[in-house]
């Protein structure tokens, strides 16, 4: 396996309030834009200890977590039993697996940036996708690369939105809406992160 970026933070990862604080406003803002159903089965892609995900799954059937870190995955195996839903892990590089199902929707909080290939993580969101599926992917904006301190694999400084957007639109998603999601407050500057919202065509069962 490559190497876990994340085994030194991970123990202490859901003690850091500005990061708790950014996904509580990352998953309000998925939760305002999108109507989560209680039958849905979600991806969350580089859920890392779950921060994001513990907040969706009251809303919805099952949550299949998708990372590549086996000690956030441990992280977030000690959550399981006091999840509203149904939890699956799959310690797997999704730039590389393949997982042979679909998704109602796919949600992601602050992992796009580790992704070196965008173009293809989006494809294959799509193919993820059963019709009429979702994706609600928050990351940061285009920043100087001060953001990161350390290095965890970090493959862009941020995304602009519009090519972003244009991105999911290559990709054949439609109705794709970027929104501003949270603030990371730094002692060095101010990092916004926005919410990219999009729909696999196609109608859902
Ligand atoms: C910054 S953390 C975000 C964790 C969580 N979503 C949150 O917001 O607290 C990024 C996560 O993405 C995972 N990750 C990075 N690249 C990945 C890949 N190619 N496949 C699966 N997981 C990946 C990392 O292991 C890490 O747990």
Redo the contacts with the bound molecule.
Sequence with gaps: MSRD??EEKAGGYDRNTR?VQN?DNISGAIIRTIELQKAMRLM??????G??LERIAPLVAKITA????RS?NAQLAAKQQRLGCELEILE????TAEIDRTFDGIV????LH??RDIDALFRKFYRLLAPGGFIALADLDAEDGSFHTED??VHHHGFDRKALAGVAMSAGFRDVTVDSASVVHKPHGDFPVFLLTAYRPGVAS
């Design positions: 970026f994340f990061r996904v969350d892609f580089g859920s890392g200890t921060l994001l998708v990372d590549v870190s956030m797997i590089d999704l730039e992601s909080s602050m992992t580790h992704i965890t694999g």
